[in-house]
């Protein structure tokens, strides 16, 4: 399926897409270094990701220290 993992401030303002291609199915992970799609680092606080996947779609907190 193609996935799409992306990141977003608490403003619902996207800061990051970490993951837009095609995945095969299984386990994957991804690490984020906390920086924004400019290359500059975010500061701390609460963060969503959204990940879609096919029909499925689930948007989650995160908190991001430096």
């Known amino acids: 399926e193609q996935v799409l993992l992306t990141v977003f401030n608490s403003l ?3 800061i990051m897409t970490l993951v837009d291609s095609r995945q095969s199915p299984g386990v994957h992970r991804i690490r984020w270094d906390g920086r924004n799609s ?5 500061d701390s606080g609460l963060y969503l990701y959204r990940i879609q996947a096919g029909n499925f779609a689930a948007t989650k907190k995160m908190m991001f220290i430096q």
């Open 12 to 14: 619902g303002q996207q």
């Open 38 to 42: 400019d290359g500059q680092l975010v």
